[in-house]
């Protein structure tokens, strides 16, 4: 990783980005993208620059940039989050972003239905300042905290007066609507946008502990989890919370891109415990209890356990034990809300 990616994995421990593009986050609108689009701001990464890349606007940004303003007020982007949560902080990123950055920006957040559109959130009343006006450093990530426990679904970036942003992130946690499924549907208990979290993992070399539980199939071998080649005794393991206690009726373990570096058999096991980090649930005193016993796998490859399933639960967490080592695209875990 990158000594910039370590300092926000650091500074939002154990949060995700809520709004990016790979959970569903959509930019609905902005009352100005006439140099760059809106969109760039929830892409991967923090963006590049292409020194001679140039359009019939202007000069090529990664990122939403608007154009100078020659009037009063500011400019404004309004972002639909792909997994409603409660936000704990921001990353206001204005990566190559050097003479044409906002001094100055500030986020509103709000609950609307899941169908509303920009050009409504524009004269919503309800819209509530979760960060205040707050100096933006050029070329820089800009870390700021959110004190607020509210679950929110929509966010507004204001930037003051104009300029440009690379990439928006917000770290939070996902409140599921549990109210959407119906009694005893099968819920992928696991998944981010249900609220599972990966707490812990043995290690995460090649890639990840968050890919495992992304929606969709992996689009690579880095979209996954992959620990390092083991070289001595032992095994590697990933703790995950599940996003509410369930019983657990399915397992799908996918070692989808993994071909020649797929682990050589799994075991899944599950606990009801009240801790919520890692460090806890990692002491020896944990009491596991085996779901799947040890089970051989295949490269590049769907694996699907229904009936091999030896404890159903309750259970508040899981661990997926990968013999001795390699990479596991995504992990699945189907059951129903205690």
């Known amino acids: ?3 910039s990616a370590n300092a926000i994995t650091a500074a939002f421990a154990g949060l995700i980005d809520l709004a990016t593009e790979r959970v569903g986050g959509r930019a609905l609108y902005a009352n100005d993208e006439f140099f760059a689009p809106k ?37 404004y982007c309004i972002i639909k989050l792909g997994i409603a949560g409660v936000i704990k902080g921001v990353d206001i990123d204005t990566n190559h972003f050097l003479g044409n950055h906002p001094p100055y920006a500030s986020l509103e957040a709000c609950h609307a239905p899941d169908d509303a559109t920009g ?6 009343s309800d819209w ?3 960060l205040t006006k707050s100096p933006l450093k050029p ?7 959110v004190a607020s426990e509210k679950r929110w679904t929509h966010l507004r970036l204001n930037i003051f007066p104009d300029g440009g942003v690379a990439r928006l992130r917000v770290f939070g946690v996902a409140r599921p609507d549990w109210s959407r499924f119906k009694e005893d549907e099968l819920i992928d208990l696991v998944a981010v946008e249900n609220g599972g979290l990966p707490l812990a993992c043995s290690d995460m070399f090649f890639s990840a502990m ?29 703790i995950l919370q599940l996003g509410g206690p369930g019983l657990i009726k399915r397992v799908h373990v996918d070692t989808n891109h993994f071909k020649g570096n797929y682990p050589d058999t799994c075991s899944l096991e599950g606990c009801y415990h009240s801790a919520n980090t890692g460090d806890e649930l990692s002491k020896s005193e944990i009491a ?6 040890r089970t051989k796998l295949q490269a590049h490859h769907e694996h699907f356990f229904e009936n091999e399933l030896r404890n159903h639960g309750p259970f508040t967490h899981v661990r997926l034990n990968i013999f001795p080592d390699g990479g596991v695209s995504r992990l699945r875990v189907w059951g129903t809300l205690v």
């Open 119 to 124: 050009e409504s959130l524009t004269s919503a």
């Open 139 to 145: 070329g820089s990530q800009n870390l700021f905290a």
């Open 39 to 75: 969109e760039n701001l929830l892409k991967p990464g923090r963006g590049v620059f292409v020194p001679d890349k140039y359009t019939e606007f202007g000069k090529w940004m990664d990122g939403w940039e608007t154009r100078r303003k020659r009037t009063p007020g500011y400019d």
């Open 128 to 130: 509530q300042t979760i």
């Open 210 to 238: 968050e890919n495992l539980i992304m929606p969709g199939r992996s689009t690579n071998m880095g979209d996954g989890w992959e620990t390092k080649r083991r070289r001595g005794p032992g095994y590697d393991w990933i």
């Open 288 to 293: 596991w209890q085996e779901i799947l016993p």
């Open 1 to 3: 990783m990158s000594s």
